[in-house]
C-alpha cells in the first residue's frame, strides 16, 4: 500500500485518485502518466482511455461511445462482454486458473477436438499468443525436415524456410525472422538464418527459390498487418504441391484470418488442399491469450516430450473459454452472420469509393476488409475516433476493418455513415511521389521487393 501511494505522488497523483467501483483502478488521467513513465514506449498509443464494452461497441472514461470495428485486432470477435463468455470465467476462475502442463485438465482434449474438428488436423499444441504458436509450428518444420533416428547417417537435413514479401508473422525472433517488413526486421538483425523471401502470389518466383533442402513454406492466407491480400489458389496449390513432393511442411498462418473471420472455419478451406499445420490465436479465447498449433498426424509423429512445451498455454480456465468460444460461434450461426454481413460492408464499401476518388481499392471478405487510398490513412484514424469509430490503418495507405462476428446490418449501416462523414471530413494528406511509391503496397512493389539475408 505504501508503495502505491509512492508511486501516485511521483506521477503528481493524488491519494483520492481511484475510480469507485474499481477498487485498483486509478482515474483515467494518472493511469496515462503512470502509463508514460513505466512502460516501455513500444506503441504510439491514443490518449484515449477505454473503460468497458458491451456488444460490438466500447465506452471511454468520459463515457462517449465509440463503434469498435477493430475488436482489439481481430481478437474480440463477439464483441465486448459476451454473457457466455463471462459466465464462463465468472465460473472457471472460482474453480481453477492454472495447474501445470504436468497434468491433464478437463477442457484441453475436447478444445484440442473440436479444433481438429474445425481444420481437418489432427494434433494441437496450445501456445499463449500467435507469435509463440509461429515459432513453435518453425520448430515442427526444422523437426520434420532433418533425418529420422534410423537414417541420421544418411542426410544433413532440410533447414530452409520460404516466407512471403509483405508478410508479418510476429515479435518473436523466430516469428520475426519469417516478417519480410524491413522496419520490424532491421533493428534486431541477424535474425534466425536459413529464411528467404518469395513474392507473394508469385508462383515462378516460388518455383525458382524452391529447392529440396527447403522444410517449409510459410504463407498467411489472407496477409493482415501486409494490406488484407490473399493468397491465391493458384499460388496456395503450387506450394502444396511442392512442399508434397520434396518432403517439406506447408504452414497456414490463420492468426488474424482464421477461426470464422472469412466465413468460413479457416480461409485455406476455400482450396481443396490443407495446410500441413496452421497456427490461430487472436480471437481463440475470446480476448484472453492463447494460440494453438494445428498439424497433421505426420508432422505430430516427429514430436516427443521435451522437444517443446509451454508454461502457461492451455490452462482450464482458458480452455474453457476457448470451448465456449467455438460453440458459441457454432450455436448462433455467426459465419453465417460474418457472410451475411461481409457482403453488405462491401457492397457499402464499393459505393462509398464510387463516391471517393481516393480510395483505391477494396479488399476482403466476411469480418476483414482493407481500404486502400491514394492518400495517407493515418488522419483517417484520428478522425473516425473523434467520431465516435474504432478504426486501423496498416503499411501507411491500408484502412484494416475487423468488425466482431455479431455485428448487425444496422451497425454496418452505422459504420457505412460514420465512414463516409470522416472520409468527406478529415483532411487529406497527399504523399510525395517519392513516398508513395516506396510505401504503397502494391503487388509490383512486393515482387520488386529484395530478398532478405539467409
Given amino acids: 500500500m505504501r508503495k502505491a501511494k509512492q508511486i501516485r505522488r511521483r506521477a503528481g497523483v493524488s491519494g483520492g485518485t481511484r475510480r469507485r467501483g474499481a477498487p485498483n483502478a486509478f482515474s483515467p488521467s494518472s493511469a496515462v502518466t503512470l502509463a508514460e513513465q513505466y512502460l516501455l514506449p513500444t506503441y504510439k498509443r491514443s490518449q484515449t482511455v477505454f473503460t468497458h464494452g458491451r456488444g460490438a461497441y466500447v465506452f471511454d472514461s468520459a463515457g ?11 481478437v474480440n470477435a463477439l464483441g465486448h462482454a459476451h454473457p457466455r463468455i463471462v459466465k464462463t470465467i465468472r465460473r472457471e476462475a472460482a474453480r481453477a486458473i492454472h495447474f501445470s502442463n504436468l497434468f491433464h485438465n478437463e477442457f484441453q482434449g475436447p478444445l484440442a477436438q473440436k479444433l481438429a474438428e474445425w481444420s481437418g488436423l489432427d494434433r494441437v ?21 532433418h533425418p529420422a533416428a534410423e537414417s ?19 515479435r518473436t525472433f523466430g516469428a520475426l525472422s519469417v516478417t519480410a517488413t524491413e522496419k520490424y526486421r532491421l533493428p534486431f538483425a541477424p535474425l534466425v538464418p536459413g529464411v528467404e523471401f518469395v513474392a507473394f502470389n508469385d508462383v515462378a518466383d516460388l518455383e525458382a527459390k524452391f529447392d529440396d533442402k527447403v522444410c517449409a513454406v510459410i504463407i498467411e492466407t489472407i496477409q493482415g498487418e501486409g494490406g488484407i491480400y490473399s493468397v491465391s489458389a493458384e499460388f496456395w496449390e503450387r506450394a502444396r504441391a511442392l512442399a508434397t513432393q520434396d518432403g517439406a511442411v506447408l504452414i497456414a498462418d490463420e492468426i488474424q484470418c482464421g477461426l470464422g473471420r472469412t466465413g468460413r472455419h479457416f480461409a485455406y478451406q476455400r482450396f481443396s488442399e490443407r495446410p500441413d499445420i496452421a497456427v490461430v490465436a487472436k480471437p481463440l479465447a475470446a480476448g484472453l491469450p492463447l494460440g ?14 521435451g522437444l517443446h512445451g509451454t508454461t502457461f498455454g492451455g490452462g482450464p480456465m482458458i480452455c474453457a473459454v476457448a470451448l465456449e468460444f467455438l460453440q458459441i460461434v457454432e450455436d448462433e450461426k455467426l459465419m453465417e452472420n460474418v457472410r451475411a454481413r461481409g457482403e453488405e460492408l462491401r457492397a457499402g464499401l464499393e459505393k462509398l469509393r464510387a463516391k471517393h476518388d481516393f480510395i483505391k481499392e477494396i479488399r476482403g471478405e466476411g469480418c476483414m476488409f482493407g481500404v486502400e487510398l491514394s492518400v495517407e490513412g493515418g488522419p483517417f484514424v484520428a478522425g473516425a475516433l473523434k467520431h465516435g469509430l ?16 455479431v455485428i448487425t446490418w444496422a451497425q454496418v449501416r452505422e459504420f457505412l455513415g460514420l465512414f463516409d462523414k470522416v472520409l468527406l471530413e478529415t483532411p487529406r494528406v497527399v504523399p510525395a511521389a517519392e513516398a508513395s511509391a516506396k510505401k504503397a503496397p502494391s503487388p509490383a512493389a512486393m515482387s520488386a521487393a529484395k530478398t532478405a539475408s539467409r
Fill in 125 to 145: 499444441f496450445f501456445a499463449n499468443s500467435g507469435t509463440e504458436a509461429i515459432d513453435g509450428a518453425l520448430k515442427l518444420a526444422r523437426l520434420y525436415g
Fill in 64 to 74: 462517449k461511445k465509440y463503434l469498435d470495428f477493430l475488436g482489439g485486432i481481430a
Fill in 292 to 305: 494453438a498449433i494445428l498439424t497433421n498426424s505426420g508432422v505430430a509423429a516427429r514430436i516427443s516430450p
Fill in 390 to 405: 474504432l478504426i486501423n490503418c496498416t503499411h501507411d495507405f491500408t484502412i484494416r476493418l475487423l468488425p466482431p462476428f
Fill in 152 to 170: 541420421q547417417g544418411k542426410t544433413q537435413g532440410n533447414t530452409r524456410i520460404l516466407a512471403m514479401q509483405n508478410s508479418f508473422h510476429g
